[in-house]
């Protein structure tokens, strides 16, 4: 006994393009899909503390309108050469633009016994806050080379 299909380009088309448009609609909603974050722009500069490179330091860009919890703030590792830049979301990937106040700590390393911790903060204190800091800094909507960033002591 034979047993005999029904095969018909047209039957297997009707199923077929649904599924496809589907499949497409998924794929391009996945790819375009906003992720929530706000723009940022490359920000890059160098800093020094009385001559000296505070290789280590933190630097803080907190927004001159405080905002909360959820406000942002791009930070930064002083690197060896003395220069820095900003993260926010991944490494190295700048800023959201607007105007910011910019801090500093510095706690150099220091052998207790056997183990290491950090040292005092060597910056004065008029850079380790936000409300005294004397760097006012404006991050553009384009890459930003920031002028050198000094403390004399």
């Given at each position: 006994m034979c047993l005999r299909l029904k095969f018909s380009p047209w039957r297997i088309a009707k199923q077929f393009v649904p599924l496809c448009g589907v499949g497409l609609a998924m794929l391009v909603t996945g790819c375009s899909q906003d992720d929530g974050h706000v723009p940022v722009f490359p920000v890059k500069g160098k800093v020094s503390v009385a001559g000296e490179v505070?290789?280590?330091?933190?630097i803080v860009f907190y927004p001159a309108k405080a905002g909360g919890e959820s406000e942002l703030r791009p930070s930064a590792k002083v690197k060896p050469d003395g220069s820095f830049s900003l993260?926010?979301?991944?490494?190295?990937?700048?800023?959201?633009?607007?105007?910011y106040t910019a801090t500093i700590q510095w706690n150099k390393i220091i052998k207790s016994g056997k183990d290491y911790k950090a040292g005092p903060d060597l910056i004065p204190?008029?850079?380790a806050n936000r409300e005294n800091s004397r760097w006012k800094i404006k991050v553009a909507e384009a890459p930003n080379e920031l002028e050198p960033l000094t403390i004399t002591k």
């Amino acid at each position: 006994m034979c047993l005999r299909l029904k095969f018909s380009p047209w039957r297997i088309a009707k199923q077929f393009v649904p599924l496809c448009g589907v499949g497409l609609a998924m794929l391009v909603t996945g790819c375009s899909q906003d992720d929530g974050h706000v723009p940022v722009f490359p920000v890059k500069g160098k800093v020094s503390v009385a001559g000296e490179v505070p290789e280590g330091a933190l630097i803080v860009f907190y927004p001159a309108k405080a905002g909360g919890e959820s406000e942002l703030r791009p930070s930064a590792k002083v690197k060896p050469d003395g220069s820095f830049s900003l993260t926010t979301y991944d490494a190295d990937d700048g800023a959201p633009s607007g105007e910011y106040t910019a801090t500093i700590q510095w706690n150099k390393i220091i052998k207790s016994g056997k183990d290491y911790k950090a040292g005092p903060d060597l910056i004065p204190k008029s850079y380790a806050n936000r409300e005294n800091s004397r760097w006012k800094i404006k991050v553009a909507e384009a890459p930003n080379e920031l002028e050198p960033l000094t403390i004399t002591k």
